[in-house]
T-cell receptor
């Protein structure tokens, strides 16, 4: 079945350092979505990428969708303690459901 | 803005008991998804409904069933509960017409099976 691989599983950074998480799918995705889940919270939608090669920015966050629509990345510039949480990518499957990656848990040391 | 509502927020059951989780989607959203998230795990897709019909089925055990009602709310029924069913259960809704559109997650129901 369709799978979405996400790395790294954990990332510890010093406040002010950059952070990147990567997702890779075994099949072409209709779209890729990114969610953030704070400890004890629920996944919160961040962004959706649909077009091949698409790049979107939200303040310090930059999202990219690969040309083949099989991979994506989220880059955070100059992390802050408020960025702490688990970042999930989720690929649009062929049946309309979302296929979640395992998530990258980000911790930021002040 | 109205969000997805889930009830109850916490539920404690004994092994072999049954549980019913409820989900009220964002108004005018036509698709509901159920996910199970174990500790430190990613959300695992269980089942989805579009316009009150089952649209996709994931890793939902046979002991579980779900439906979407005429007012678009959904219920996840879980029978013969096992210890391994302890998890966070999220409901998400979207207005994407059954396609992989943006999903808005509810706060979740934390189920503990003793």
């Amino acid at each position: 079945g369709q799978q979405v691989m996400q790395i790294p599983q954990y990332q510890h950074v010093q406040e002010g350092e950059d952070f990147t998480t990567y997702c890779n799918s075994s099949t072409t995705l209709s779209n890729i979505q990114w969610y953030k889940q704070r400890p004890g919270g629920h996944p919160v939608f961040l962004i959706q990428l649909v077009k091949s090669g698409e790049v979107k920015k939200q303040k310090r966050l930059t999202f990219q969708f690969g040309e083949a629509k099989k991979n994506s990345s989220l880059h955070i510039t100059a992390t802050q303690t408020t960025d702490v949480g688990t970042y999930f990518c989720a690929g649009g499957g062929s049946q309309g459901n979302l296929i979640f990656g395992k998530g990258t848990k980000l911790s930021v040391k002040p | 803005a109205a969000g997805v509502i889930q009830s109850p927020r916490h539920l404690i059951k004994e092994k072999r008991e049954t549980a019913t989780l409820k989900c009220y989607p964002i108004p005018r959203h036509d698709t509901v998804y159920w996910y199970q998230q174990g500790p430190g795990q990613d959300p695992q897709f269980l089942i989805s409904f579009y316009e009150k019909m089952q649209s996709d089925k994931g890793s939902i055990p046979d002991r579980f069933s779900a439906q979407q009602f005429s007012d678009y709310h959904s219920e996840l029924n879980m029978s013969s509960l096992e210890l391994g069913d302890s998890a966070l259960y999220f409901c998400a809704s979207s207005g994407g017409g059954g396609r992989a559109d943006t999903q808005y997650f509810g706060p979740g129901t934390r189920l503990t099976v003793l």
